[in-house]
């Protein structure tokens, strides 16, 4: 019996794949779609647009997947491509929006929250965020983007990423305050 890494496996179905082997394609889509398209639903609420966006994310990601040069993880790669494609179709339907207006809180039933995890809980609120706001803390707090590369990417000022973070997350400290307020008096 013979026993084969699975990075040499993704390593081969990758030089497939930038051959237009399509069945190769079709693995690493397989492999990888569920992980991207929670990706892409991160920043683009609708699961219909966020199926659409990860769809033309794999489409570039195939069409360039000769300039993937292995250094770094293949799925690291995907998915920048899929952050962007996100990025593009939400300044495409002028849903990023940089107002400073502060939503109100939504209400949120105790029974929602005790019945989900905390990162679910968490996850919820953060979907809750004006685009703008919800774009730069997903940018910075989970994917790890500086603001820097936050301003090259949106094409907004440093300062503007900043100012967005701190109120995303002044908005997010608000509402788990309002929810723990509202528990404690049941």
Same mark, same amino acid.
């Given at each position: ?40 639903? $991160?920043? =683009?609420?609708? &699961?219909?647009?966020?199926? #659409?966006?990860?769809?033309? %994310? +794999?489409?570039?990601? !195939? ?53 989900? $995890?905390? =990162?679910?809980? &968490?996850?919820?609120?953060? #979907?809750?965020?004006?685009? %703008? +706001?919800?774009?730069? !803390? ?49």
């Amino acid at each position: 019996m013979k026993i084969i890494s699975i990075y040499y496996n993704e390593r081969l179905l990758i030089r497939k794949a930038a051959r237009r082997d399509r069945n190769a394609q079709y693995k690493l889509y397989e492999k990888y779609a569920p992980k991207m398209l929670a990706v892409c639903r $991160s920043y =683009v609420k609708d &699961l219909q647009f966020a199926e #659409d966006v990860m769809q033309k %994310g +794999f489409l570039k990601a !195939f069409t360039r997947i000769g300039s993937f040069l292995g250094q770094g993880s293949f799925e690291a790669w995907v998915r920048r491509i899929m952050i962007h494609e996100s990025i593009n179709f939400l300044k495409k339907k002028h849903w990023l929006l940089y107002d400073s207006n502060v939503m109100e809180h939504e209400d949120l039933s105790s029974s929602n929250i005790a019945s989900k $995890s905390d =990162v679910d809980f &968490l996850l919820k609120l953060i #979907d809750q965020l004006p685009n %703008g +706001f919800r774009l730069v !803390f997903m940018l910075h707090a989970i994917e790890g983007y500086t603001h820097k590369e936050i301003s090259r990417v949106l094409n907004i000022p440093e300062n503007t990423s900043r100012s967005k973070l701190s109120k995303a997350r002044k908005i997010l400290q608000e509402k788990v305050e309002l929810i723990r307020k509202k528990n404690e008096a049941l």
